[in-house]
Structure formats: structure tokens, C-alpha cells
């Protein structure tokens, strides 16, 4: 079964620090793997999105990475700010069926000042 | 250029009663999906059309969810009746063919079944 795990679930950091989101997927093979913002209250917002070939994508303060031979993804946010604090949802689409895409559950991201 | 466009924001109704939610997606976009999210979760796709036709619709509730898309434009998802359990958000979403494309969401329909 396609799955897409996210950890971890929640995180808390202070103002100005860097972290870390993790996902972990099981869908092989895919035809892209995307990362979404979706603040409190908000429909997702996508931040990146990344072919099976490729290993980096930046946007801004966000990057995320892709290792295809360990079907993990991580998105790695810099010198984080208080507009932050939203969840971070990974979503890969199989290379079957493009548009069967599977969502994670979502890092819940919390910035403190 | 606008978004997708969905009404109402938030509803609140009595179980067994009826709702419904109404999207407009991004112009030119030919895929529309309706997702359910439940709070801590990520979203779940109850139905998607490529159009006007339905190219998924394989996890939504039959018995009591409907969802139409006449004219390739505009859909509307119903409810009837609604039970507790479907106290959720409702994303409307497009693309412009399919998953190999970015999605992009609306800012969603809070539903709360009391």
C-alpha cells in the first residue's frame, strides 16, 4: 500500500532557529513529491515540488531535499519566523496514476519568540 | 490571478440535515478536486473530475455525499444528511490536468455537524 509518513507529528522552536521536517514514503515509482504550508484557518499553499531525478529545491527560507534511493524527504527551514507556525503536509503523486495523489498527515511547525 | 474561489467559509447545521458547498476553480484549470480534512489530518480526496466527467470518485460516501461539475467549471459538493463525523474542512482544489501539475487549493469550507 502507497503510504506517506510525516514526522514528527509536532515541533516547537524558538524564533530564528533552523529545523527539520521529515517524510518518509513508500510509493515507488512517483512522478513528483511536493511540500505544502497550510496555515491555521487556510487551504495548502505548495512551497516545492520535485521530480524522482532531482535532489534539492529551494524556496526562499525553504528547501527541500529528496533522496530516492531511501524514499525520504525532508524540508529544511532557515532562520524561521513567526509566520512559520503552520503545518507542513508532504504529498507524492505515483507514477501509475499522476493524479492519485497521497497526502501525509502533516508536521504541525510552532515558532516561538 | 484569482484563486479558487469557495463558499461558504464556515456552516454550522444539525446532524441529519442537508449542505451544500460551492467552487470555482482557477481559469483554464480542467481538474477540480473536492478533499475532506479532518483537524490533524492531511486531506483526503473524496472525488476529482477531469472537466466535467469523474475521474475518481472511489472514497466518497455515496450513501449520502454528491458531487456534480456541469458545465467543466463550477462544482458543487452536498451533503444529505449530515452526520457528525463529517464535522470537517472541505478543500476545493484545481490543476491544470492532473497530479503531475501543481495543485492549488482554496481556502476551504469548515463544516460543523452538531
Known amino acids: 500500500k502507497n503510504q506517506v509518513e510525516q514526522s514528527p507529528q509536532s515541533l516547537i522552536i524558538l524564533e530564528g532557529k533552523n529545523c527539520t521536517l521529515q517524510?518518509?514514503?513508500?510509493?515507488?515509482?512517483?512522478?513528483?513529491l511536493r511540500w505544502y504550508k497550510q496555515d491555521t484557518g487556510r487551504g495548502p499553499v505548495s512551497l516545492t515540488i520535485?521530480?524522482?531525478?532531482?535532489n534539492t529545491k529551494s524556496n526562499g527560507r525553504y528547501t527541500a531535499t529528496l533522496d530516492a534511493d531511501t524514499k525520504q524527504s525532508s524540508l529544511h527551514i532557515t532562520a524561521s519566523q513567526l509566520s512559520d507556525s503552520a503545518s507542513y503536509i508532504c504529498?507524492?503523486?505515483?507514477?501509475?496514476?499522476?493524479?492519485?495523489?497521497?497526502f501525509g498527515s502533516g508536521t504541525r511547525l510552532s515558532i516561538r519568540p | 490571478e484569482a484563486g479558487v474561489a469557495q463558499s461558504p467559509r464556515y456552516k454550522i447545521i444539525e446532524k441529519r440535515q442537508s449542505v451544500a458547498f460551492w467552487c470555482n476553480p482557477i481559469?483554464?484549470?480542467?481538474?477540480l478536486y473536492w478533499y475532506q480534512q479532518i483537524l490533524g489530518q492531511g486531506p483526503k480526496l473524496l472525488i476529482q473530475?477531469?472537466?466535467?466527467?469523474?475521474?475518481?470518485d472511489s472514497q466518497l460516501p455515496k450513501d449520502r455525499f454528491s458531487a456534480e461539475r456541469l458545465k467543466g467549471v463550477d462544482s458543487t459538493l452536498k451533503i444529505q444528511p449530515a452526520k457528525l463525523e463529517d464535522s470537517a474542512v472541505y478543500l476545493c482544489?484545481?490543476?491544470?490536468?492532473?497530479?503531475?501539475?501543481?495543485?492549488?487549493f482554496g481556502e476551504g469550507s469548515w463544516l460543523t455537524v452538531v
Open positions: 482544489a484545481s490543476s491544470f490536468e492532473g497530479g503531475g501539475n501543481t495543485i492549488y
Open positions: 517524510c518518509n514514503y513508500t510509493v515507488s515509482p512517483f512522478s513528483n
Open positions: 520535485m521530480t524522482f531525478s532531482e
Open positions: 504529498v507524492v503523486s505515483p507514477y501509475s496514476s499522476a493524479s492519485k495523489i497521497i
Open positions: 481559469s483554464g484549470h480542467a481538474t
Open positions: 473530475f477531469q472537466n466535467n466527467g469523474v475521474v475518481d
